[in-house]
């Protein structure tokens, strides 16, 4: 009788080891499948990004009889992080564009803002009969700084203007100022005195026309937009989305209007 139950027992134990042992089979070829679909999943995610980066650089031209000039509105809807060298043969890389800053009060986005002004000025420039080119008139694009500049070097412009805005931990702060290469810069320092004069003109052109304060013309060369540029280029920084009352200002229509053209109103003296 004990043998006979021992028999049961072992019999059963048996049992329930295939039975542990399907299980855990189970569970594995689970395991497999969820991998390879997150697998594919990841696969498809990298093309899109691939078709993101591939994707036609915009150029619009407007034909004009007067100077060649080329429009940036800083920044875009969707930023992209991946790497590009910050000049020609530069192994020192930075993001190909970020998304900007954002207004601390409004909650309006900087690549909004820098667009709003940039087709303001490009009526008021084809009104003055220059030939404007834009880089981008929507904020659904993946054009990256490098990719900008060949823009405006390609159309062979005459000044590249990159417009934006600024932001500060102290919001106290506020004003326009401008970005240029300095002299010394390994990719086009021999741009320097043009992107300096246009730096100023334009500086002084938007303080003139809006009253806002005038901070300075900052030298520096670890822009990748100003780097690829074999054109004279400025970005002028229009106001701070981090100071109250700047950033109310920034988002009406007329005071973006008055940016615009004194925008233009530099240029005007740049060209003279």
Same mark, same amino acid.
């Given at each position: 009788?004990?043998?006979?139950?021992?028999?049961?027992?072992?019999?059963?134990?048996?049992?329930?080891?295939?039975?542990?042992?399907?299980?855990?089979?189970?569970?594995?070829?689970?395991?497999?499948?969820? +991998?390879?679909?997150?697998?594919?999943?990841?696969?498809?995610?990298?093309?899109? @990004? !691939? @078709?993101?980066?591939?994707?036609?650089?915009?150029?619009?031209?407007?034909?004009?009889?007067?100077?060649?000039?080329?429009?940036?509105?800083?920044?875009?809807?969707? #930023?992209? !992080?991946?790497?590009?060298?910050?000049?020609?043969?530069?192994?020192?890389?930075?993001?190909?564009?970020?998304?900007?800053?954002?207004?601390?009060?409004?909650?309006?986005?900087?690549?909004?803002?820098?667009?709003?002004?940039?087709?303001?000025?490009?009526?008021?420039?084809?009104?003055?009969?220059?030939?404007?080119? !834009?880089?981008?008139?929507?904020?659904?694009?993946?054009?990256?700084?490098?990719?900008?500049?060949?823009? #405006?070097?390609?159309?062979?412009?005459?000044?590249?203007?990159?417009?934006? +805005? $600024?932001?500060? $931990?102290?919001?106290?702060?506020?004003?326009?100022?401008?970005?240029?290469?300095?002299?010394?810069?390994?990719?086009?320092?021999?741009?320097?005195?043009?992107?300096?004069?246009?730096?100023?003109?334009?500086?002084?052109?938007?303080?003139?026309?809006?009253?806002?304060?005038?901070?300075?013309?900052?030298?520096?060369?670890? !822009?990748?937009?100003?780097?690829?540029?074999?054109?004279?280029?400025?970005?002028?920084?229009?106001?701070?989305?981090?100071?109250? $009352?700047?950033?109310?200002?920034?988002?009406?229509?007329?005071?973006?209007?008055?940016?615009?053209?004194?925008? +233009?109103?530099?240029?005007?003296?740049?060209?003279?």
């Amino acid at each position: 009788m004990r043998r006979k139950t021992k028999r049961i027992i072992c019999i059963a134990l048996i049992y329930t080891l295939f039975c542990l042992i399907a299980v855990l089979v189970k569970h594995f070829v689970d395991l497999k499948t969820e +991998a390879e679909s997150l697998e594919n999943i990841s696969e498809k995610s990298t093309d899109q @990004e !691939m @078709e993101l980066t591939k994707e036609p650089v915009i150029k619009v031209v407007t034909p004009g009889t007067g100077h060649v000039v080329c429009i940036d509105a800083g920044h875009q809807q969707y #930023a992209d !992080m991946k790497k590009e060298p910050i000049g020609p043969g530069a192994t020192k890389k930075k993001p190909r564009v970020d998304g900007g800053t954002i207004g601390k009060y409004t909650g309006i986005n900087e690549y909004q803002i820098n667009l709003d002004i940039a087709l303001k000025l490009q009526k008021e420039l084809e009104e003055r009969g220059y030939t404007v080119v !834009m880089t981008r008139t929507t904020n659904d694009v993946n054009i990256s700084n490098s990719e900008r500049s060949v823009i #405006a070097n390609d159309a062979k412009a005459e000044a590249f203007l990159r417009i934006h +805005a $600024d932001g500060s $931990d102290d919001n106290k702060v506020h004003g326009a100022s401008a970005v240029c290469q300095t002299k010394n810069n390994p990719y086009n320092g021999n741009l320097y005195e043009s992107s300096r004069k246009l730096s100023d003109c334009v500086l002084d052109g938007v303080v003139a026309s809006t009253g806002c304060k005038k901070r300075q013309v900052i030298e520096v060369d670890s !822009m990748s937009g100003i780097n690829w540029s074999s054109v004279p280029t400025s970005i002028i920084e229009v106001g701070y989305l981090s100071n109250k $009352d700047e950033e109310v200002k920034l988002t009406q229509e007329s005071y973006q209007e008055l940016v615009a053209k004194g925008i +233009a109103d530099g240029l005007d003296n740049y060209f003279k």
